[in-house]
């Protein structure tokens, strides 16, 4: 028999350890991918939770791709008239209003129908053990508590997990009440987060909060699985998630970059012309991305070919302020092995620590997605019971021309994810390793504090001096923040070469590590 081989990448080295656990054990990249997942529930709380969404790439031996769309529903009491008579025209950004049914654990138990090699109770091993012994305070979500301190005060969940006695947690993070959740789901499968103990408690929780989830609501969720979305960029095929996610916006640059004569070089693409690329997603996605089930809008192809004609036009920077941007705090899981299975896995719980609210009974910290949903009763983004927010999730898989697996990538970065992925994806065609591409110098489009334009850019102090004059020159507002900031990414790397060796990068902005692992 000959070995297998298998890689793995997240933004916690702790997590990517559950994960190379996995591969020893016998299983395979979904089951290491899923161990890593889980354990970032555990070790990174502030972007990943099992009161979260997620959405991922599935790639079999076969060569089948698949999107797992685990992005959760409003519940079905949401009133639009309500909403609006409470908040006016627009949700606010945390709390009890902001809630919509987590889709994880679902999400979980469809990656494994593809091909995982281990038991449901195998990927929970690392998650329970870090849960209930404790785990040292990672310094992203050190910081964070620096950052959320106001929110987390506010809530008698997270004040009693996180700042017990009235201090936050300093050098060890433990859990109890989650590891008995972990324990519970591990032994009675998703149907006890979806019908059982854990979903009812939670749902009891919510409810004392002043969210309408219900126990109906969880029993009802169920995830989307459909084809992924793909375009071809200099002899290999991008993959990645369709509608209601935002993954589109990536492939509409790729799309451009083909159409405008860079297909064989794509990383000579000057910055300005990716900086309106960007931006021109951006206006898509914020106007017309929707769940497809409730609203039928052209993001791939809306304004395309005016967009095109564009940029051959000198460009008028943008006047109108546009509103802060969340954060959008997530984690990304790249895997692949030698058998043929790679899968990008993209968790998170939107802005840090999510609502703002940690249900006490279970410890599990809910989401605040639905705040990406419109109160404008002609958005096709209103909030509906039972319906989708716009989503920023979107994991990415390249393939070469002969169908196999090239490189694996996922990153946090809320609405700036397709520009950090077109970054990294045209170093990687560039030549760069993992680790260099992950490492090198970002810049993302968008406004990040009130007032702001909706063209500003944010660069790293330390990017290329031609990049930024490239920017500066089509009139980009220029905005430079420290080198290696958060916000920026946290990009995960898994890549396969012509001969088959695997090689794997962790982005420095994050506490990760990757692994390859041989048994």
Not at 141 to 162: N, P, Q, Y
Not at 373 to 398: C, E, Q, W
Not at 434 to 446: C, E, F, K, N, Q
Request: proline share 7%; net charge negative.
């Amino acid at each position: 028999m000959s070995p297998t081989t298998g890689a793995i990448a997240s933004p916690h080295s702790l997590a990517t350890r559950a994960g190379e656990e996995a591969f020893r054990a016998g299983g395979n990249a979904l089951d290491a991918a899923l161990a890593t997942a889980t354990a970032l529930t555990v070790v990174y709380p502030h972007n990943t939770a099992l009161g979260g969404d997620l959405v991922a790439l599935v790639r079999t031996p076969g060569g089948t791709i698949t999107c797992v769309n685990a992005t959760g529903t409003a519940p079905a009491a949401r009133d639009l008239a309500e909403l609006r008579a409470r908040h006016g025209d627009r949700l606010p950004e945390r709390g009890p209003d902001t809630i919509t049914v987590p889709g994880a654990v679902r999400g979980w138990e469809a990656i494994r129908r593809h091909g995982a090699a281990l038991d449901w109770a195998a990927q929970f091993s690392a998650a329970i053990g870090y849960a209930a012994d404790g785990v040292p305070v990672a310094r992203s979500l050190a910081a964070a508590f620096v950052t959320d301190r106001a929110l987390l005060e506010a809530d008698a969940g997270s004040r009693a997990v996180f700042a017990p006695g009235g201090e936050f947690v300093r050098e060890r993070l433990t859990q109890p009440r989650l590891a008995e959740s972990l324990r519970a789901i591990a032994a009675g499968g998703p149907g006890e987060f979806y019908e059982g103990a854990v979903g009812a408690a939670l749902a009891r929780g919510s409810q004392a909060l002043g969210c309408p989830l219900t126990t109906l609501d969880l029993a009802a969720y169920r995830v989307r699985e459909t084809a992924a979305l793909s375009a071809p960029l200099g002899g290999f095929r991008v993959h990645t998630s369709p509608p209601n996610t935002q993954g589109f916006a990536l492939l509409r640059t790729v799309r451009a970059l083909t159409g405008l004569g860079y297909a064989a070089a794509p990383w000579t693409t000057p910055a300005a012309v990716l900086g309106r690329l960007f931006h021109d997603g951006t206006r898509v996605r914020d106007t017309l991305l929707a769940d497809p089930d409730f609203a039928t809008t052209d993001v791939e192809n809306d304004g395309f070919a005016g967009l095109l004609a564009s940029l051959r036009e000198p460009r008028g920077a943008a006047t109108v302020a546009a509103p802060a941007i969340p954060r959008g705090d997530t984690v990304g899981v790249a895997a692949a092995d030698s058998s043929g299975f790679a899968v990008s896995i993209i968790q998170s719980v939107f802005d840090s620590f999510g609502a703002g609210v940690l249900e006490p009974e279970t410890g599990i910290i809910l989401q605040n997605r639905g705040s990406s949903f419109s109160l404008d009763p002609g958005s096709p983004n209103v909030i509906a019971p039972g319906k989708r927010p716009k989503h920023t999730l979107m994991p990415v898989l390249v393939t070469a021309g002969d169908g196999r697996v090239r490189w694996v990538n996922s990153t946090m970065g809320g609405h700036g994810q397709p520009q950090i992925h077109a970054q990294v994806l045209l170093r990687l065609l560039a030549g760069d390793s993992p680790h260099d591409a992950v490492s090198a110098p970002r810049w993302v489009v968008g406004a990040r504090a009130g007032g702001q334009a909706s063209d500003t850019v944010h660069h790293e102090a330390d990017l290329s001096p031609a990049v930024v004059a490239s920017l500066a020159a089509d009139d980009f507002p220029l905005c430079e923040v420290p080198p290696r900031t958060e916000f920026l990414g946290h990009t995960n790397v898994v890549s396969i070469d012509a001969e088959g060796v695997f090689t794997a990068g962790s982005d420095p902005r994050s506490d990760g590590s990757a692994a390859v692992v041989r048994r």
